[in-house]
């Protein structure tokens, strides 16, 4: 697609095809693999910023608050130190930037789509589609990812086979690469630098909306707050921490979460796919090269699956026994080869958060008797409008 080629030169693992395409992705497979994703490392590294959410929510002592950027700045800081190390508090001007242009690139990616089938609208005279703002954000995302990686003070080893973070990783395999003489890689540092934007963008924006949606549906179903507390009162109980040992056992929350996934839905349509062959689906042909977009909202509000999609019902995952069930038509990470990268931390996380909060607090709505709407901004990805909760401490 011309916005892959315009804004990051067909790099990056979103970007790439083919052959290259598999290099990039399987090198950041193995990575995040090797620093943890899906294990207890990771997930030491999550508690540390739900500690710090807590903390920060408790300061609150029961007053209004929006939650929604400090959300965002804790899970900020989750990809943040995986990729380059580096973390962030809430009034940090760096990440509160960085915050904003990611809102507003999300924003633009839509309003500038007609660019991508008529490429000559970016030589119009002013900007009536957004290109030449969204080209330039993106310029200073990746300009601001190069200087949090701080080539010039990293220390590479190359008989180390430990690393710390992904662009250690990069780094050091870069360099391996050009002592060995390799010419054919997507191991470099364009490459590098797409990549970790990608991730920065997608392991910010979705996960944080996911978890204060979360919160919204709360506040409005109080019944089932209620039920997921007295759950993780009965598993996990209010003397510790819950772990990722636990997700098996907190049923109704791993259900919560999924519903939350199907009603919210954050990202409504994939990014961009291509057809390799020609392909015959429901009485039309799709030519080989069409670009396609996958309308993941179709599936998840499909009634002929879920009966009633417009309710907000945890329990369509749930059995008659209250075990989990695990739906095929449940794919907010999308499917196939090419779904998203970083799916099992994100699934740490939003399990992670989630039952701290409920652990937690009580989520109550900023006047009595005045829900928040359920009503998601739309765009790229949906987001809750701006609400504020009490946040009333749970007694042990």
């Not at 200073?140 to 008989?159: A, F, M, P």
């Not at 395999?173 to 630098?193: G, Q, W």
């Not at 819950?242 to 990202?267: C, G, Q, W, Y």
């Amino acid at each position: 697609m011309f916005l892959h080629k315009e804004a990051f030169d067909y790099a990056g693992v979103v970007s790439l095809g083919g052959d290259k395409w598999k290099e990039q992705r399987s090198f950041l497979q193995s990575t995040l693999r090797a620093l943890g994703m899906g294990r207890n490392t990771m997930a030491e590294r999550i508690q540390g910023e739900i500690d710090y959410l807590l903390t920060n929510i408790d300061g609150a002592q029961g007053e209004p608050l929006d939650i929604s950027n400090l959300v965002t700045v804790c899970v900020t800081n989750v990809i943040s130190g995986v990729t380059c190390s580096k973390r962030f508090n809430q009034e940090d001007e760096a990440v509160l930037q960085w915050l904003k242009s990611v809102n507003r690139l999300f924003e633009l990616v839509g309003s500038s789509a007609a660019v991508n089938f008529f490429p000559f609208l970016k030589y119009m005279p002013g900007d009536m589609f957004k290109f030449k703002e969204l080209m330039s954000i993106i310029k200073n995302l990746k300009e601001t990812v190069w200087g949090w990686v701080d080539k010039d003070h990293r220390e590479i080893n190359l008989s180390d086979q430990e690393f710390n973070d992904v662009s250690h990783a990069f780094l050091t395999e870069i360099e391996r690469k050009r002592r060995d003489a390799v010419a054919s890689t997507t191991i470099d540092e364009k490459n590098m630098v797409a990549s970790m934007v990608e991730l920065f963008n997608g392991g910010t924006e979705t996960t944080a909306n996911t978890i204060v949606s979360a919160v919204l549906y709360m506040v409005n179903f109080p019944h089932l707050q209620d039920q997921l507390f007295r759950e993780i009162e009965d598993v996990v109980g209010l003397d510790r921490s819950p772990s990722i040992s636990d997700k098996n056992k907190l049923k109704l929350l791993s259900a919560f979460i999924m519903e939350t996934h199907r009603f919210a839905m954050m990202v409504p349509l994939s990014i961009h796919r291509l057809a390799t062959k020609d392909i015959h689906l429901g009485g039309y042909t799709i030519s080989q090269g069409t670009s396609v977009l996958v309308n993941f909202d179709s599936v998840h509000r499909d009634e002929s699956v879920w009966g009633d999609p417009d309710i907000f019902r945890p329990d369509r995952f749930l059995d008659a026994d209250g075990s989990v069930i695990v739906k095929k038509e449940l794919i907010p990470f999308s499917i196939g080869r090419r779904n998203c990268v970083g799916e099992a931390l994100a699934s740490m996380e939003l399990f992670l958060f989630l039952a701290a909060l409920v652990q937690k607090f009580e989520f109550l709505p900023e006047k009595d008797g005045e829900l928040p709407t359920m009503v998601l901004n739309d765009g790229f990805t949906r987001r809750a409008q701006p609400f504020k909760v009490r946040a009333v401490s749970r007694p042990k």
